[in-house]
């Protein structure tokens, strides 16, 4: 069965660093979003991607975050400058179609110092 | 603010019984519902999605949407120790794209 995945599974880098995570999605899935959860709070939406384009972003996706999809397979999610506050798990999750279930990879771990 | 509801439990139900979870949300605009299952340090995994009112079974798991009430549910069936994991809820509002998740109830299943 087709997954979201999700690399590296745990990133650790020092405040003020540029980081890059990286994700897979499903390969016929045309949504893409970028998810985070920080330990003990609830998941919570970042930014989703059709078309090449951004569709949506929450207040949390401000100037220090981008996404790209750079190829075909690849979608990425960068921090330019990071904060202690970034620290938490990233999920991206994609999906063939707006409004139905998104399925999401495996996390990548954040750990900001 | 347009919240989803849940209660964080913990919820302890014996091996065998039935595990009920509940979920409200505030925007009547919602239109697609979701119960994930998280397991400590992993990713959400679906467990079922609804979208009309009324029930829908998969297995042991049985969701309800009510939207008069603005309200959906989960029920577990012949709950197993493999359940004993934290339950979210999600809703997708109309005109959105994204998730809106609750904060999740933690399920134990007592052996």
């Known amino acids: 069965e087709p997954e979201v995945t999700q690399t590296p599974s745990h990133q650790v880098t020092q405040m003020g660093q540029e980081v890059i995570l990286r994700c897979v999605p499903i390969?016929?899935?045309?949504?893409f979003y970028w998810y985070r959860q920080i330990l003990g709070q609830k998941v919570e939406f970042l930014v989703s991607?059709?078309?090449?384009?951004?569709?949506?972003k929450s207040e949390i996706f401000d100037d220090q975050f981008s996404v790209e999809r750079p190829d075909g397979s690849n979608f990425t999610l960068k921090i330019r400058s990071t904060k202690l506050e970034d620290s938490a798990m990233y999920f991206c999750?994609?999906?063939?179609?707006?409004?139905?279930?998104?399925?999401f990879g495996p996390g990548t771990r954040l750990t900001v110092l | 603010q347009k919240e989803v509801e849940q209660n964080s439990g913990p919820l302890s139900v014996p091996e065998g019984a039935i595990a009920s979870l509940n979920c409200t949300y505030s925007?009547?605009?919602?239109?697609?519902f979701f119960w994930y299952r998280q397991y400590s340090g992993k990713s959400p995994e679906l467990i079922m999605s609804?979208?009309?009112?009324g029930d829908k079974e998969d297995g042991r798991f049985t969701a309800q949407l009510n939207k008069a009430s603005q309200y959906v549910s989960l029920l577990i069936r012949d709950s197993q120790p493999s359940d004993s994991a934290t339950y979210l809820c999600?809703?997708?509002?109309?005109?959105?794209?994204?998730?809106?998740f609750g904060t999740g109830t933690r399920l134990t299943i007592i052996p």
């Open positions: 999750a994609s999906t063939t179609e707006s409004a139905v279930t998104q399925y």
């Open positions: 390969s016929n899935h045309l949504y």
């Open positions: 991607f059709y078309n090449n384009e951004i569709s949506e």
């Open positions: 925007d009547r605009g919602s239109q697609s």
């Open positions: 609804i979208y009309s009112n």
């Open positions: 999600a809703v997708i509002n109309f005109g959105n794209e994204k998730l809106t």
